[in-house]
């Protein structure tokens, strides 16, 4: 799956620059960002649609997907109760 992008570095959390750490640094920046999204926040049976996923909050064991669905509701009832109001 992965290309192998050594010119395209994921972002580290929170430090800007990775120092010339030839062992891990290296091993971080031999992966593109999908499969560095995929190590850092794991993969998995998403526990909205049960199937192996790419999680997008880890927390909650959720798939990208499955947490905007999530979010819908709360959005659509803001709206709903906005509407109501005359
Ligand atoms: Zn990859
Ligand atoms: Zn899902």
């Given at each position: 799956m992965c290309a192998l992008r050594t010119d395209d570095p994921p972002p580290g959390p929170g430090d800007g620059r990775v120092p010339q750490l030839r062992s891990s640094a290296l091993l971080a920046q031999a992966i593109c960002q999908a499969c560095w999204r995929q190590e850092r926040n794991g993969r998995g049976i998403?526990?909205?649609?049960?199937?192996l996923k790419v999680f997008a909050v880890k927390a909650e064991r959720l798939c990208k997907h499955c947490h905007q669905d999530r979010l819908a509701p709360k959005l659509l009832r803001r709206d709903a109760m906005s509407f109501t109001s005359p």
């Open positions: 998403c526990s909205g649609c049960n199937r």
